[in-house]
């Protein structure tokens, strides 16, 4: 029986050790984890959870291996938390699900992966990347405008507050926002249309994108922004409504575009929000999507458009074998080791 480690960070963990829940908002609840190792063993895998990336070194040093590894490690520290987990696996050659190394460090900052997006001409707002507070008087786009930290997810430092209408406001919502995440801003126009997040799964030519999700905020949310508090109650905050309109649809045509662009794999989400003429534009994109059955989005979007939470964890995996079976390891010329061994059978 072929095993599959999972790698993740559990939130209580982090809670128990002094942690804040705006800090511990990425990472997963142990039902997730549940959820995930429940799926993998109707589908005939043996599983073994490993933990955190420091976690995952110790094992190794152990002589622990797995034929691969489901990784939803988020990291703690630096452009590269996210893609800690995935680098050190690499350095052992043992396949994993979603993006490698350089594409995760890249998405991570909102900044650089803009510059890459628009490099390949698809529209995002303008922006610029604030180091210090005192950057704000130079700025010359045109307000309002929208600041966020350029690091980080689930909408951590994003608030009402983050739609500044004057360079006054700007210094003052920098300043708080750099000195609490200890990390520059990404600052860029305030788009006024329809925000959309569009589910993606596969890899590269086998990329599709699943469907369009759009995001409505009910009366009692914070408006204007899918904030950090819309998105921790979005059960009570937020609607989301599958959208098939032409709109949408050139949301999801965009969405793909940045997908394979990038090179992310396996499954995840690209975020856009339209202009006032109804013109989608990139936000951002997440290749290490969350994946509560219940609370997360890329898993909402699936169950609305018929993919159970079982067949999009399948998804994911198929995604993740074919691609170890089928290409060379980066940095050597052996083949991946999952190729020389029995594939096993993934239910279709």
């Given at each position: 029986?072929?095993?599959?480690?999972?790698?993740?960070?559990?939130?209580?963990?982090?809670?128990?050790?002094?942690?804040?829940e705006e800090e511990t908002a990425e990472f997963d609840h142990p039902d997730t984890i549940d959820a995930i190792e429940r799926v993998l063993r109707d589908l005939g895998f043996g599983t073994d959870r490993i933990g955190h990336g420091k976690d995952l070194t110790a094992r190794l040093a152990r002589g622990d291996r797995w034929d691969l590894v489901f990784n939803l490690a988020e990291g703690l520290h630096g452009y590269g938390r996210e893609a800690l987990v995935p680098a050190i696996l690499d350095a052992y050659e043992i396949p994993y699900t979603f993006s490698d190394p350089l594409v995760l460090s890249l998405t991570l900052h909102k900044g650089l992966a803009k510059h890459v997006v628009r490099d390949m001409g698809i529209p995002t707002p303008d922006f610029a990347v604030?180091?210090?507070?005192?950057e704000a008087r130079s700025i010359a786009l045109p307000y309002p405008l929208f600041v966020k930290?350029?690091?980080?997810?689930?909408?951590?430092?994003?608030?009402?507050a983050s739609r500044v209408r004057s360079p006054e406001e700007l210094g003052v919502v920098s300043r708080r926002l750099i000195e609490t995440y200890r990390q520059p801003v990404l600052v860029e126009t305030f788009l006024p249309g329809r925000e959309f997040t569009v589910g993606i799964l596969g890899t590269g030519k086998a990329a599709e994108a699943v469907g369009v999700l759009e995001v409505h905020l009910n009366d009692r949310a914070e408006q204007e922004v899918y904030s950090y508090v819309n998105k921790e109650r979005c059960e009570e905050l937020v609607e989301y409504r599958v959208a098939t309109d032409p709109e949408a649809l050139r949301a999801l045509a965009l969405a793909l575009e940045v997908w394979r662009g990038l090179g992310c794999r396996d499954g995840g989400r690209v975020d856009l929000r339209s202009d006032s003429r109804g013109k989608p534009h990139f936000l951002e994109v997440n290749p290490l999507a969350g994946l509560h059955p219940e609370h997360s989005d890329l898993p909402i979007l699936c169950s609305r458009v018929g993919i159970s939470y079982p067949g999009l964890i399948e998804k994911i995996v198929r995604s993740a074998l074919d691609r170890a079976s089928n290409s060379p390891c980066p940095g050597t010329r052996k083949e991946c080791r999952l190729e020389s061994r029995d594939p096993g059978r993934i239910p279709a």
């Open positions: 029986m072929r095993v599959i480690g999972l790698t993740y960070d559990l939130r209580r963990d982090y809670l128990a050790m002094g942690y804040g604030l180091e210090s507070h005192e930290p350029v690091a980080e997810g689930t909408g951590k430092g994003v608030t009402p």
